[in-house]
């Protein structure tokens, strides 16, 4: 048995991932944005061993995500799955003054893995759309550019692999990796969606509990278990970098190294 955190596990892909690694016999602690969707989580996967709230937009209370699940630990994996869509017709901020984008798909991930102990293993969710991502490090929060929602999607999501990269290289005791769970029919992927919520997390699953005789690799992009070339940007160390440095200055937390 293992025991692992899902981020972002109140509905949708999470849900689904957290509800097969506890139906599998895992101990999986989960996360909801409010205390409304704790209730409901709690009532979809019984077996779950906790429920941690916090709304990842505001850094505040990711730091207080952080320390709820460290004293719930320690994990063999971590999922990031937390993230918001790129509907968005106008550019939001934070009460932290960041676009939310940019908070949620960037800046959570990064801070919980900067202030969680390692784990065995980390997942980072990213999405096909990565591929047209642009490693804009200048301008990532639109303050400047036009703003366009699906372009700032595909933007984190690049980051998200290039964030899973760096862990890989920093933190070699660590096995960190991207998936591309797919188009999958959620609420964030809208009636078009071809693919089916099993698929979705199929990957995730397999990643954060199989043996490690299974899934023994870092720093690779996968989906529906088969490695993928990400976008050129994310294996670029400048970008790692750069991207890492900029996380640091926008929330106060250094990587541990």
């Not at 991502?133 to 690049?158: C, E, I, N, V």
Request: aromatic residues 6%.
């Amino acid at each position: 048995m293992s025991s692992i955190f899902v981020t972002g596990s109140a509905d949708g892909i999470g849900l689904e991932t957290a509800r097969t690694l506890a139906r599998d016999g895992h101990r999986v602690v989960l996360h909801a944005r409010n205390e409304a969707r704790a209730d409901q989580v709690r009532a979809a996967v019984p077996d779950a061993a906790a429920v941690v709230v916090g709304d990842v937009s505001e850094l505040t209370q990711t730091r207080a995500l952080a320390l709820a699940a460290n004293a719930l630990g320690p994990y063999d994996s971590v999922v990031h799955n937390v993230g918001v869509g790129g509907g968005a017709a106008h550019r939001e901020v934070t009460p932290d003054g960041i676009e939310r984008i940019f908070a949620v798909n960037v800046l959570a991930p990064y801070l919980l893995t900067a202030l969680m102990p390692a784990p065995g293993r980390l997942v980072y969710l990213t999405s096909g759309l990565e591929a047209g991502g642009r490693a804009d490090l200048d301008d990532p929060q639109y303050a400047r550019r036009p703003w366009d929602g699906m372009q700032a999607y595909s933007d984190s999501k690049l980051y998200d692999v290039a964030l899973a990269f760096a862990v890989a290289r920093l933190w070699p005791g660590t096995l960190s990796n991207a998936v591309d769970p797919g188009w999958i029919k959620t609420r964030m992927g809208g009636q078009n969606a071809v693919d089916e919520l099993p698929d979705g997390a199929e990957t995730q699953v397999w990643l954060a509990a199989a043996p490690e005789s299974e899934v023994g690799f870092t720093g690779r992009y996968l989906k529906r278990r088969r490695d993928l070339k990400a976008n050129p940007a994310a294996y670029d160390l400048s970008v790692q970098d750069r991207l890492l440095a900029l996380c640091a200055e926008l929330t106060g937390q250094e990587l541990p190294r």
